[in-house]
T-cell receptor, first 115, second 114 residues
Framework: AQKVTQAQTEISVVEKEDVTLDCVYE???????LFWYKQPPSGELVFLIR??????QNEISGRYSWNFQKSTSSFNFTITASQVVDSAVYFC????????????FGPGTRLSVLP | DGGITQSPKYLFRKEGQNVTLSCEQN?????MYWYRQDPGQGLRLIYY???????QKGDIAEGYSVSREKKESFPLTVTSAQKNPTAFYLC?????????????FGDGTRLSIL
């Protein structure tokens, strides 16, 4: 069975601090996909990044960076120099590479960035 | 612009009443999904559809019904059998259910009981 764990329920940081959101997943598949979504207070889920299981290259996009480590089944998300606008709930998700309902979300981490 | 449109944004239901939430997408995606989110909680899958005229129950389908008569439309009906319908409902679509593409979400509908 597939499972995504986000052990940090809530995190509070002060603006300009760096913060890392943890994501640990479980799957027996050799091919799978990992995603991060942001849910701001307005409610919609915004897609941030996708990572294929066969591509362990880390990625940086502006203040955001993602560290994918297959050996520890983790796909962590770091925000550098956090801003108030980063305050949101962040979800990690896992998708299998086969037909059927295969999209599993983690429980989410609520990030509060204080001014 | 391509995207997913959910309507209405806010909806109120009276006791014993069925209500229907609309979800339309113009992304030409095969798969569509309905999620329920309670305050401070994660997403729970209600129903999903991988292709037109086909849909499957998710984890919490009781008290809900759906249809998928057109590729672009996946309405969700909250029936009177759903005793605790107050929640935030999110619709999503995906290019293909087995692809590496992400799910794309609408802006959601907030349902409350009068």
């Amino acid at each position: 069975a597939q499972k995504v764990t986000q052990a940090q329920t809530e995190i509070s940081v002060v603006e300009k601090e760096d913060v890392t959101l943890d994501c640990v997943y479980e799957t027996r598949d050799t091919t799978y996909y990992l995603f991060w979504y942001k849910q701001p207070p307005s409610g919609e889920l915004v897609f941030l990044i996708r990572r294929n299981s066969f591509d362990e290259q880390n990625e940086i996009s502006g203040r955001y960076s993602w560290n994918f480590q297959k050996s520890t089944s983790s796909f962590n998300f770091t925000i550098t120099a956090s801003q108030v606008v980063d305050s949101a709930v962040y979800f990690c998700a896992l998708s299998r590479a086969n037909y059927g309902q295969n999209f599993v979300f983690g429980p989410g981490t609520r990030l509060s960035v204080l001014p | 612009d391509g995207g997913i449109t959910q309507s209405p944004k806010y909806l109120f239901r009276k006791e014993g009443q069925n209500v229907t939430l609309s979800c339309e997408q113009n992304l030409n995606h095969d798969a569509m999904y309905w999620y329920r989110q309670d305050p401070g909680q994660g997403l729970r899958l209600i129903y999903y559809s991988q292709i037109v005229n086909d849909f499957q129950k998710g984890d919490i389908a009781e008290g809900y019904s759906v249809s998928r008569e057109k590729k672009e439309s996946f309405p969700l009906t909250v029936t009177s059998a759903q005793k605790n319908p107050t929640a935030f409902y999110l619709c999503a679509s995906r290019l293909r259910p087995d692809s590496n593409q992400p799910q794309h979400f609408g802006d959601g509908t907030r349902l409350s009981i009068l």
